[in-house]
């Protein structure tokens, strides 16, 4: 069973930065797309960033010139690289993957807070 392994969240201040990575267990083939989510207390889980096969991005609005999304093929890993963190970034951040076949695969999920 593939596993998704996020690490790299946690306390930072406005204004600082942290790196997400998102490790899967085992290759997946077929991979659609890579995406990170998240999630803040009383809200739904929304759509951050998304990358393709092809190194296609996709951002949310609130995100972009912040945030990066980039993958590692040889290591089985993408990451999400955010700069200038706000309050408002506060959630608890999660790896997907969607592969052609329409499987759907989640990692367990890794908090991010940003507070002074």
């Known amino acids: 069973q593939v596993q998704l392994v996020e690490s790299g969240g946690g306390l930072v201040q406005p204004g600082g930065s942290l790196r997400l990575s998102c490790v899967e267990s085992r290759t997946i083939f077929r991979i659609d797309t890579r995406n990170w989510y998240r999630q803040a207390p009383g809200k739904q889980r929304e759509l951050v960033a998304t990358?393709?096969?092809?190194?296609?991005?996709n951002y949310q609005d609130s995100v972009k010139g912040r945030f990066t999304i980039s993958r590692d093929a040889a290591k089985n890993t993408v990451y999400l690289q955010m700069n200038s963190l706000k309050p408002e970034d506060t959630a608890v951040y999660y790896c997907?993957?969607?592969?052609?076949?329409?499987?759907?695969?989640w990692g367990q999920g890794t908090q991010v807070t940003v507070s002074s």
């Open positions: 997907n993957i969607v592969t052609r076949l329409h499987s759907n695969y």
């Open positions: 990358i393709t096969n092809t190194d296609t991005t």
